[in-house]
């Protein structure tokens, strides 16, 4: 028996990683600086795919999107589609605020075996060779 849990979803494991990213990049921003939003953006998507990649449960592959808004009462809308395994895949959305800025942070997660369904025959056998490259290392 495997010591991966039945049902983790995408928000168990992003939300504290989503959190503690977020905290240490974006949050002691004190002033929008539109020149520094793409290292700050870079910073917090980098740092959240890092993490899960290292700490996850089960086999996904992550994208993770950031968005950050100058607070000059401008309005905001984003709207995401998939087509998905609603039971393995899905999607969290991290929203955090300082005095200066607000930073929406989307996490989607799709499972290895949703990939895999999809897969071709040639990108079976570029996948056989990473993994094969991979062992060898």
């Known amino acids: 028996m495997s010591n991966i849990p039945e049902k983790v979803t995408v928000e168990d494991e992003a939300a504290g990683v989503c959190k503690d990213v977020v905290n240490r990049v974006f949050m002691p921003e004190g002033t929008y600086q539109h020149e520094k939003v793409p290292q700050i953006t870079s910073a ?13 449960t089960i086999p996904r592959k992550y994208v993770a999107h950031c968005v950050i808004i100058q607070r000059n009462g401008a309005g905001f809308h984003a709207t995401s589609a998939v087509s998905w395994n609603s039971s393995a895949d899905g999607a969290f959305v991290y929203k955090a605020e300082n005095k200066a800025m607000i930073c929406v942070l989307t996490v989607y997660a799709v499972s290895y075996t949703h990939l895999r369904a999809h897969e071709t025959p040639e990108h079976l056998v570029c996948r056989l060779l990473l993994e094969k490259k991979k062992k060898k290392k």
């Open 44 to 56: 917090i998507v980098d740092g959240v795919i890092q993490r899960l990649s290292q700490s996850s």
